[in-house]
Structures are given as C-alpha cells and as structure tokens.
C-alpha cells in the first residue's frame, strides 16, 4: 500500500552504550556539515560541524567522521544517556551558499 | 544565552484567515530562515534572507506566503489566505554572515500552526 508520512531511519540502543548514527550525502561540492538533534516539541539544536578539510572532530561526548571519498558522515556519540533521544539530522552546505540541505533524520532511542 | 525567539507558539485558525508568524533572529546574525517541517516533507527551506534583503524563496507558494524583514530585529512569514495543508511547524533559524566560513543556523522553537 501507499506509504504515508517520513519513515524515519531508527536505532535503539541501551543507556551506557555508544550509538553511531549515519548519514550519505551526494554532493561531492559539499564542504561543511552538521549534526542537529531535535527533541520532541523543540526546534533543530546545534550539536557539531565539520568543515570538509578535516575527517573527524570531538566534542562532548559526540565525535563527527567524515568520509569524503564515499560522501559518508557518522555521529558518534559516547555513553549515550536518556536525554540523548531524539530524532538527529545531517546538513550540508554545497559550496559557499548559506543553505543547508537536510537528510531525512534518524531516531535514536535510548532503553534504559 | 543568545536565542532565536518565535511567536506565536502555537495557532490555531479557520481556512481562509490570515496567518503571521513572527521571529526575532539572534543579534548580530545576518542571515534569516523560514523553514516549514511536516510529517510528509520533513523540514523544508521556504525562504532566506541576508541583510534583511530576500535572496531566496524559490521553496515558498508564491500566490499565498509572503516573507519580510522589516528591520534587522523582526521576520515575518504571512499566509494569506490560509488552508488546512499549511498546517505544519514553522522554524526560523538564524546565522552569522559564513564568512568565517561557519554556516551554522541556530533555530527558534517554532510555531505549530493548525488550520482548520
């Protein structure tokens, strides 16, 4: 049957663990990227950027990896805790505009 | 804590009014975003603006939205006449100009929109 709405992309996985969550992108002009999380009810909150010159970064607790020669993009994220579930986009900026193109997002679920 | 602030947060109206919805972007950005996110789309670009001078909004219906920026301190989105498939989450984002070569957006916490 026809399907209806976004089917998010979801991973579930226990409090304490760590979560890889993916993301493809197709632009090769691409040159900077982002990780939002959004919670339910809230807007798309900054998590970490990367510019395309660098394959990985750290923050707190998150890393970004960057993989260029297969257009690849993973969020890492270190003993994951239950405000850690949301649902979590990637964004690219292709070459020097100010857009950002966004993935469909995926839904990460922290089980305690 | 500089944050980009969205009004109302949540509207709901009857087919055929007219809707604003306004955003304060964080002081000192100088680019604004509308973005729209449904269920069905995810979150779609509607239009952007860079020292308060339109320079996209090729994602908008043109014959019912419209986008301004009165001054450096206000956007607006307006819908007019409104239909039931507008019903969505707005967001505004904000961002600093990319010359440092950052294109962070930084959003507001939206405004859900029913109509009726």
């Known amino acids: 049957g026809e399907s209806v709405g976004l089917h998010l992309p979801t991973l579930s996985v226990q409090e304490g663990d760590n979560s890889i969550i993916n993301c493809a992108y197709s632009?090769?002009?691409?040159?900077?990227f982002i990780w939002y999380k959004q919670e339910s009810g809230k807007g798309p909150q900054f998590i970490i950027d990367i510019r395309s010159n660098m394959d990985k970064r750290q923050g707190q607790r998150v890393t970004v990896l960057l993989n260029k020669t297969v257009k690849h993009l993973s969020l890492q994220i270190a003993a994951t805790q239950p405000g850690d579930s949301a649902v979590y986009f990637c964004?690219?900026?292709?070459?020097?505009?100010?857009?950002?193109?966004f993935g469909q997002g995926t839904r990460l679920t922290i089980n305690p | 804590d500089a944050r980009v602030t969205q009004t109302p947060r949540d509207k709901v109206t009857e087919m055929g009014q007219e809707v604003t919805m306004r955003c304060q972007p964080i002081?000192?950005?100088?680019?604004v975003f509308w973005y729209r996110q449904t269920m069905m789309q995810g979150l779609e670009l509607l239009a952007y603006?860079?020292?308060?001078?339109?320079?996209?909004d090729s994602g908008m219906p043109k014959d019912r939205f419209s986008a301004e920026m009165p001054d450096a301190t206000l956007a607006t989105l307006k819908i007019q006449p409104s239909e039931p498939r507008d019903s969505a989450v707005y967001f505004c984002?904000?961002?600093?100009?990319?010359?440092?070569?950052?294109?962070?957006?930084?959003f507001g916490p939206g405004t859900r929109l029913t109509v009726l």
């Open positions: 964004a690219e900026n292709r070459g020097g505009a100010q857009k950002l193109v």
């Open positions: 984002a904000s961002g600093p100009s990319g010359g440092s070569g950052s294109y962070t957006q930084y």
């Open positions: 002081l000192g950005h100088n680019t």
């Open positions: 632009n090769s002009a691409s040159d900077y």
């Open positions: 603006f860079r020292n308060r001078a339109p320079l996209d």
